[in-house]
């Protein structure tokens, strides 16, 4: 038993199922799945995932079959843990396009790799492998091993994998050839097939300057527009995202100015404020609506011309969150707080920051006590009308930051803009998992 195995066993044991299958997903390369796979079995039946049990029970038992290890892998990645299916589904692949060896006689005539359900074919296995490379953000992964297998695809989906796991990892003449080679697409691929064909367009009319270029990224994979960098960690691991943001009223109205920066260079103007139901949205709103002059109205969803306004999708009703992924005529959405490692439902038009846990101005936070020490500050329970007004009276000076970020003034950053607008705000908001080439550090 390996170490890290030995680990997981010992806090399982232990009471901590948690650190047991977080132990696992870390060093799950470095595991044979059928060596883990009793430890994931029981993990499995406490947690309630019969499924994840009874496959996990299969592949210990027959650690070299074909279908044990491809229905563990399957529900490995149904259960999000993805991790743990990469290894299985890519041993399964292995097995199944390994080469024959020579006969051999006697005892020591190896049995070929068993399997009894005949769609479970090498390109079934390959996509679900894919699937769980993406579900990790190994998009790099993928692109090669498609391309690797390419005779083992056809077109629809498999091909057009190719194209958006070349466009998540950067190699944008790479995903431009396989899509220009593609039939075209029918039935349920006709969205995605769009969707590939929007982003290769915004990667023509405005390439992203390198693997470090957050905002460039941000506009060619999600349409959207990224108006501040974090000015802290760039260098450290953070390319202009946050890991942990305790938020401020005066990020609250800097993320105003840029959108109505953002407004300016598109030359639009909304005929109305949709305010969402949550009071961090709604405070946001009215103090939009105050700051752009215009009126504001609860969100309803077909309005024409209206600008919606969100602090943080994720903590809005998941209905109306919902009803924002088909764009109204002339409707534009806007998020304060976006979750990168969690993405909403609806990819915001314009965004304020990528952030994967804040804390909003008006909960309850961290702060520095009087004897030095860390405390926990009561939540602000005023109304959403009197918090619009504490966002309008804050001083919209951006943070200076560490300094090792790179400079992002507003002329520039309205000079971007201008160049965007030509391909904004069109077509579904499609969600977006992945957070493509740009790299941050993130919480496990």
Not at 148 to 177: F, I
Not at 215 to 239: D, E, I, K
Not at 252 to 261: D, H, I, P
Not at 372 to 399: K, M, N
Request: charged fraction near 25%; glycine fraction near 8%.
């Amino acid at each position: 038993m390996t170490t890290e195995l030995a680990k997981a066993w010992k806090l399982f044991e232990s009471g901590d199922p948690q650190g047991s299958m977080r132990t696992l997903r870390f060093a799950a390369e470095e595991l044979a799945s059928a060596e883990i796979a009793p430890l994931v079995a029981k993990l499995a039946d406490g947690a309630g995932f019969a499924d994840l049990a009874e496959a996990s029970t299969g592949l210990a038992d027959r650690p070299l079959e074909v279908e044990r290890l491809y229905v563990f892998g399957y529900a490995c990645v149904e259960r999000g843990l993805s991790a743990l299916a990469v290894p299985a589904l890519r041993k399964a692949l292995g097995l199944l396009l390994a080469p024959p060896e020579p006969k051999r006689t006697g005892l020591f005539r190896r049995k070929p790799p068993q399997w009894t359900d005949p769609k479970l074919t090498p390109g079934r296995i390959l996509l679900e492998l894919v699937a769980a490379l993406e579900d990790v953000d190994r998009c790099a992964e993928a692109t090669d091993l498609l391309r690797a297998h390419d005779a083992l695809l056809e077109d629809w989906p498999g091909r057009y994998l190719t194209v958006y796991n070349a466009l998540m990892s950067g190699r944008v003449d790479m995903a431009r050839t396989v899509y220009a080679s593609l039939s075209a697409p029918a039935g349920i691929w006709v969205e995605p097939g769009q969707r590939v064909g929007r982003m290769l367009d915004r990667a023509a009319a405005l390439p992203p300057s390198g693997d470090t270029d957050l905002r460039g990224w941000h506009y060619v994979l999600t349409g959207g527009l990224l108006t501040t960098l974090s000015p802290h960690g760039f260098n450290q691991g953070m390319t202009g995202r946050w890991a942990y943001l305790q938020d401020e009223f005066e990020s609250c109205r800097y993320g105003l100015e840029r959108l109505r920066s953002v407004l300016g260079a598109a030359g639009r103007k909304p005929a109305s404020i949709g305010l969402l139901a949550d009071r961090g949205s709604r405070a946001l709103g009215l103090a939009a609506a105050r700051l752009l002059d215009v009126p504001a109205a609860p969100y309803r969803p077909g309005t024409p011309d209206v600008l919606v306004v969100a602090y943080d999708l994720n903590a809005c009703e998941p209905a109306s969150v919902a009803a924002l992924r088909d764009r109204a005529e002339g409707e534009l959405l806007f998020e304060h707080a976006t979750c990168w490692t969690d993405t909403p439902v609806a990819t915001a038009d314009v965004s304020t920051l990528l952030v994967q846990r804040v804390v909003a101005p008006w909960e309850s936070g961290l702060r520095v006590a009087e004897d030095g020490g860390v405390e926990r500050s009561e939540a602000d329970e005023r109304s959403a009308e009197e918090l619009a007004e504490a966002i309008l009276a804050a001083d919209p000076t951006p943070q200076e930051g560490d300094g090792q970020s790179p400079p992002d003034p507003d002329e520039a950053f309205a000079a971007f803009a201008a160049r965007a607008t030509a391909r904004w705000a069109t077509g579904p908001r499609h969600r977006i998992n992945s957070p493509g080439p740009v790299r941050s550090a993130r919480f496990a």
